[in-house]
């Protein structure tokens, strides 16, 4: 076998960093760019002293650079033409609800991702969501599910990058989103015509639809399943 697994991985200090290492012993290898287009994504990696490009068929988050850093040392261990790996996420697909990319009325776009939702996958989201060209940016979120004790940590915590991404507007579901979201959100200054809450989905499509897409929109939809019922908007 003609390689090293790697021996430590530096993760980057939040998702705002733009070069993730893997340290091995013959030093550093890296991902250090990523690209949206409209359906797919596009990865610059750095590993054995050469530069590979890496292009998915759908939109991904920037922190999948890790696994395919990662990848492509572990093909390299097992001796496996990394020409081969490229050739084999190349052709990969999600199945839906997963980063699906959808036309919506009045010439928007909604990036379907309501397979499920936990805090990192959410905010990895709105990381897309910001990335991913057009006008206005409205991230329709649901109440993340099971998550016990630290229900009210992680969706203050999600408001929190809320506003640091600066969210255009922000349409919520679910009554953790109302207890712990709404209030945050209104306190660290968004507009109330910014954020609104409805306790069902069915409410809270009819607003999306009549009232608040304009042409260009970008909506980025991201729930738990759990009664939650996402797919209906």
Do not use: C
Not at 26 to 36: A, C, D, P, T, Y
Not at 127 to 137: A, D, I, Q, T
């Amino acid at each position: 076998m003609n390689g090293d697994i790697p021996t430590e991985l530096l993760p980057p200090r939040g998702l705002q960093e733009s070069t993730i290492f893997i340290k091995d012993s013959k030093g550093h290898s890296s991902f250090n760019s990523w690209e949206l287009s409209k359906n797919k994504t596009t990865f610059s990696i750095k590993a054995f002293k050469e530069q590979f490009q890496v292009t998915i068929p759908y939109l991904t988050s920037r922190v999948i650079g890790y696994s395919l850093v990662a990848s492509l040392y572990i093909a390299e261990y097992f001796e496996i033409d990394t020409k081969e790996i490229q050739k084999i996420l190349s052709s990969s697909l999600l199945p839906p609800g997963r980063s699906t990319v959808l036309d919506g009325i009045n010439s928007s776009t909604l990036i379907d991702s309501t397979y499920n939702s936990s805090y990192y996958a959410t905010v990895s989201m709105l990381e897309v969501l910001l990335s991913y060209p057009g006008k206005r940016k409205i991230a329709v979120l649901g109440d993340m599910r099971e998550l016990g004790s630290l229900a009210k940590e992680e969706h203050e915590n999600l408001a929190g990058d809320i506003i640091k991404y600066k969210i255009d507007n922000v349409v919520l579901v679910g009554p953790h989103m109302k207890e712990f979201v709404v209030p945050y959100l209104l306190k660290s200054g968004m507009d109330e015509n910014s954020v609104q809450h409805f306790p069902n989905t069915y409410q809270a499509g009819i607003f999306i639809k009549e009232r608040l897409l304009q042409k260009g929109d970008v909506l980025l939809l991201k729930a738990s399943q759990n009664t939650l019922l996402f797919e209906i908007i």
